[in-house]
């Protein structure tokens, strides 16, 4: 069992950032790959970053790439997600995700069905 507690959600202005923070309990962290989601209303779940067990290698979808920078501590079992430049469109409820099922692979989906366990989902309202 994982569990996924995240923080760092809130209201942010456009242009301004966020930084959002997931901590993990439970099976050896460094041992799966991480994820971050979001969802904004009437839309499907999307995928927006996601690193490697190791932490060496960032994945990120073309709408965030250059102002979002996923990053974890093992040490710590966390799992963060910087945002910046923030735009109204980033304006979201933001999961992160734990791939157990891929243990000891380098393999980071992009796909919501191949993560494991979720977090509750803090809001991310970003307005003008």
């Known amino acids: 069992q994982v569990q996924l507690v995240e923080s760092g959600g809130g209201l942010a202005q456009v242009g301004g950032s966020l930084r959002l923070s997931c901590a993990a309990s439970g099976r050896a962290f460094s041992s799966y790959s991480m994820g971050w989601f979001r969802q904004a209303p009437g839309k499907e779940r999307e995928f927006v970053a996601g690193v490697r067990r190791s932490g060496g290698n960032m994945y990120y979808v073309d709408s965030v790439k250059g102002r979002c920078t996923i990053s974890r501590d093992n040490a710590k079992k966390t799992v963060y997600l910087t945002m910046n430049s923030l735009k109204p469109e980033d304006t979201a409820v933001y999961y992160c995700?734990?791939?157990?099922?891929?243990?000891?692979?380098?393999?980071?989906?992009?796909?919501?069905?191949?993560?494991?366990?979720w977090g509750q989902g803090p809001q991310v309202t970003v307005s003008s």
């Open positions: 995700a734990a791939a157990v099922h891929c243990w000891g692979t380098n393999y980071v989906s992009r796909i919501v069905d191949e993560y494991d366990y």
